[in-house]
């Protein structure tokens, strides 16, 4: 399930539809948040585009890259898009599986992989309205490149 939207989810009820399968024995999550720091030390906001269409068919690839390596049973992702102010969620992955390693192992591979590979741009914009766009960092490139080498 990949949902690209500007509202916000439940958690709650993402972790309860992955766990309602009657087969899964683990369940790993990820959430993420708009934080006051990035490039720059006073981040009041984000502002995230995306390309409808080839980013949820990117998405949907990485989701079967992650069932050929690991042993899951659902895997579900969610990003938002638009204005998100402090404290907001930005992304959700969550993977089921009949055991714990699998479920931990395709969550950060697919949380990793997102942020190297689905086509997202965010912009930055700080207390005092101003905005730039993020590159990508060197750390995520290098993270998603351990899992080309695993």
């Known amino acids: 399930m990949i949902r690209i939207q500007t509202e916000d989810f439940d958690v709650g009820a993402e972790i309860a ?16 948040l708009v934080r006051d720091h990035g490039d720059r030390q006073d981040v009041a906001a984000l502002f995230l585009e995306h390309y409808p269409g080839m980013t949820e068919g990117v998405i949907a690839g990485l989701i079967e ?5 690991w042993t899951i049973d659902e895997a579900r992702v969610i990003h938002r898009v638009g204005h998100l102010p402090l404290g907001d969620r930005i992304v959700f992955v969550g993977v089921s599986s009949a055991h714990r390693q699998d479920a931990f192992a395709a969550c ?13 741009w965010k912009k930055e914009i700080t207390a005092d309205g101003e905005s730039h766009w993020v590159d990508q960092k060197a ?12």
């Open 108 to 120: 950060e591979f697919l949380m990793d992989a997102l942020k190297t590979t689905a086509p997202f």
């Open 65 to 69: 890259q992650a069932r050929v390596r």
């Open 17 to 32: 539809a992955l766990e309602n399968n009657g087969r899964s024995g683990a369940l790993a999550t990820f959430t993420g």
């Open 139 to 150: 750390s995520d490139r290098e993270k998603a490149e351990g899992w080309r080498k695993a």
